[in-house]
């Protein structure tokens, strides 16, 4: 027997472990997106957890208030956080701006730092020259945050969406409008799929794996049972190598 024909098995599982691997990975991803997207769909927007912070430019590494700070509003709950910030210019009052959303009494927090992993708030805080003076956005995911999308408050008092899908009417309030995200949080969304594929490939080779892979054989004129070469065997003929048959 051959060098080739030896190795030709271990070839073939290798690319057989490879391919499932792919599989799970993609519904991994697939499961991902779907689960933010019904979070942004469906999570209810009342008896969130709010954050209220002001964000001071940094002047020799250290954080300083008077030169317009930056105010940020934000609202988590496991599964989402909208957020909306703008920067205070002198002369301007303190102000919520325009998201509002319900929370509980007990849940504000001056202390808990913001996620400037996403989003554009980093960019307002570093203060480039191009850098935007305000926004609202919205992210979704679970376990860990995948996907985000920003929402833009007009000054009809309208709300558009960018990078996602507008699933409320433009005349909804901020806090209450909705829209499935399609802007990547790499961190969130590579670690959400991390966790969802295995699970997904634990589901495939527990209830499919054995019908599955007996229709690949059939298909390659293999044996279903142990995947023995049929070549020149005829089609009623027992498998030379495990004795079960073609249809098996």
């Known amino acids: 027997m051959s060098a080739a024909a030896v190795l030709h098995p271990r070839a073939h599982r290798l690319r057989w472990i490879a391919g499932w691997l792919l599989v799970s990975l993609a519904l991994g991803l697939a499961t991902t997106v779907a689960v933010a997207w019904a979070l942004a769909a469906w999570l209810p927007h009342r008896g969130l957890a709010r954050s209220f912070h002001l964000i001071g ?5 250290v954080e300083d208030f008077t030169i317009e700070p930056i105010e940020l509003d934000e609202y988590r709950r496991t599964g989402m956080t909208r957020r909306s ?35 554009n708030l980093s960019a307002s805080i570093e203060r480039g ?15 860990w945050l995948a996907l985000w999308c920003e929402l833009r408050h007009g000054r009809d008092r309208t709300v558009s969406v960018n990078g996602g899908v507008p699933l409320s009417a433009a005349t909804t309030a901020p806090g209450d409008y909705r829209a499935l995200p399609c802007l990547p949080i790499w961190r969130g969304l590579l670690a959400n799929t991390a966790v969802y594929a295995p699970a997904w490939m634990a589901a495939l080779i527990l209830f499919r794996w054995r019908p599955l892979r007996a229709t690949l054989r059939r298909a390659r004129n293999q044996c279903a049972a142990c995947g023995y070469n049929r070549a020149g065997l005829a089609p009623s003929a027992t498998c030379p190598e495990c004795g079960k048959p073609f249809e098996s």
């Open 57 to 61: 430019a940094v002047r020799n590494g």
């Open 85 to 119: 910030w703008f920067t205070l210019r002198w002369g301007t009052f303190y102000s919520l701006g325009p998201l509002s959303m319900d929370y509980g009494n007990d849940a504000v927090s001056l202390k808990r730092a913001p996620d400037v992993s996403w989003g």
């Open 129 to 143: 020259p191009h850098a935007p003076t305000g926004g609202m956005e919205d992210a979704r995911g679970w376990p």
